[in-house]
């Protein structure tokens, strides 16, 4: 989250000196110390660390490396990458004189369906369906763009912003999405695209949007060693005692150190991870421009998340060797939870005290616990988790302690908050039950080159670049709550909360990409990731609230059904609404005519002073932080009778000895009761 508050401090003072600001007394404490965050988040290290790397002694004899990597052995493991999605790709941004005038853009073909396996390596045109559903959304969050005096500064200060698209008109959805960063370079997965070649030059028809991903290939390893350049058989080797850019700084003196491990494939036949040997690069990313790196190698043989293993997601180099771009531990997608919680009370407990507890000893693990108000046993509970579910997910992510800690003025540590959509899948690679998840990132413009999309879980966390999975404490609750998680059937007539959500959802990333034509979005008290992500939770559910009630159909069916489970489920559906009107409402979150949306999401130069920012906060003060906005919406849903699954990460992978996760807080305490 980014904050942006007026410069001029005199202007400060002339306010406390005003005879309102008694009147406020401690809400303009509490705003200034808002301000400090805000100037935390703006705040950049310049300092630079080396990050050692250890060695451990190697379980396999390296003398033992040519006949485990034979050519049996790598003929039978790379049978084992399956494509991430039947459709994936890399999106590319046509030149202004070339523009399609309903938004296309173009799309170079990484995987394809079998059936369209000659357009794999191909560039098509990537267009949206004409249906009025679809176009109605277009339309929604089209926009001419002009970059603003704010947003010209911010790029100059090395934020990423999508500097192609300046002055261009009618730049939709698509367009704002391929043309995010400044080199194409937006790898998406696609959802059942339509495959049109009548007229010689294919395109793919879509009706959903793009969900980002990174890589194109996936397999499931256990990481058994590193393994030294000189003992890696006839793979062309860098030579040794030069530095590679990407180690400088985190290798000791002499040969760089290896970023290449022996690796056994999981076997879906044994269920273990006895398959075939393999050699797999796992790059070390430099330092970003906090002086912290995004993801390390060092010791992540050594993890306890290791022996359930990774999903390793990327592609293959020249030499055909894997390289990785992107991780995600196994065991913290399992249908296994490791603590179950029953009861509303426990459910409670477990949410206020426990979640987050002593989270700085917790580095380097992973944990998964099930809460579930109803259910009256364990097998009750998880086998309620069936394949093809799905469930909302609330996301919080923590800070960056330890040595090379970020700032946090008075203690508080911010952190992010989004939704997103977990499927209950069948693992291709496993044949078991695991989670999807997709989550839908409102996200401000920042220096990574983070987008506002829908993303998989795997690349927003587990990407070595710009990923959190190894230097934050992660949160994600996954809410299963029948009256907005399942679709309503009234006898033929379909209703799906799911699929408005993910429609409003993609109105507010859309519009955060561009910053609603200004080119950048800036987060304030009035306007956050908290904020809209929650406006587009609270407008989903008075839309089906409202297409239900001025349905006469379906009036007529649910007084000819009273004691139907889908009657009941909308009764709860409204109370539900109820709940969250009176959570959101008051502090600013939800418009009280639900109708208009917010059309001024997070745009810059969006008119202020000082006294309407202090205001704003201090009424917006409670949902403008993350982790007091995710214990709230899970407490409403979890005392309406809602399962929720908690994944729990802290700082996973290799090992960073100068950072340690730091849990979210609020600028008071909170309470669930």
Known sequence: MNFSIPDSIASAFQFFSNPIAAGIGLGVVLLVLTGVLIAFYRHRFETREELPLEDSSPAISEDLLPHLLDSASQSAAARLYQPIDLWTGRLILPPPDRRDPEGAVWFEVHNADRAYAHLKHRVVTLKWTRSPEVQKFVRAVTVDVRFTRQAKHSHKKGFVHPIRLDKLNTVGPLESLAGARPEDNVIVALHNPVVDERSGEPSLIISRQPVEISGRLVALVTIIQRVAHSTTGGISQPKTGKKNKTDRGIADAGPIKSDRFLVRHYNKITGEFDGPFDLIRIPQVPQNSNGIYPSTHRAIEKSPLNPEGWYVYGQKDGDSLFVVQAIEPRGA????????????????????????????????????????????????????????????????????????AEPTP??????????????????????????DIEYRQVYAHNRQGILSDAIKWFSFMGDLQRGWLGTRPICDILVKFDPLTVDYDFDGMKISPMAEFRRQLAIVCARYRTGNGTGASVVTPESSCVQDSNQALYITIKRIEHAIANTPRIQEWQQHFPDHPQTWQFKQLINLGKHLERHLIPFGIAQPDWRQN????????????????????????????????????????????????????????????????????????????
């Open 333 to 404: 997608m399992r249908l296994k939870p490791q603590q179950l919680a029953l009861g509303t009370q426990n459910a409670l407990t477990y949410l206020k005290k426990q979640n987050w507890q002593n989270t700085s000893d917790k580095k380097g693990t992973a944990s998964t616990i099930l809460l579930d108000p109803i259910a009256e046993n364990p097998r009750a509970a998880i086998s309620a988790w069936q394949e093809g579910d799905k469930a909302i997910v609330i996301h919080v992510f923590g800070g960056i302690g330890g040595k090379k």
């Open 410 to 435: 008075f203690g508080v540590v911010t952190g992010h908050f989004s939704y997103g959509i977990a499927t209950v899948v069948r693992d291709i690679l496993t044949g078991e039950l695991r989670f």
């Open 598 to 673: 917010v059309e001024q999401i997070a745009a810059s130069d969006q008119p202020e002073n000082l006294i309407s920012t202090l205001v704003k906060g201090i009424i917006a003060w409670r949902t403008m932080l993350p982790r007091p906005a995710q214990d709230n919406i899970a407490k409403i849903l979890l005392k309406q009778g809602a399962a929720l699954w908690v994944i729990r990460t802290n700082q996973v992978g290799g090992f960073n000895p100068h950072i340690a996760p730091t849990a979210p807080t609020g600028i008071f305490t909170h309470r669930l009761g």
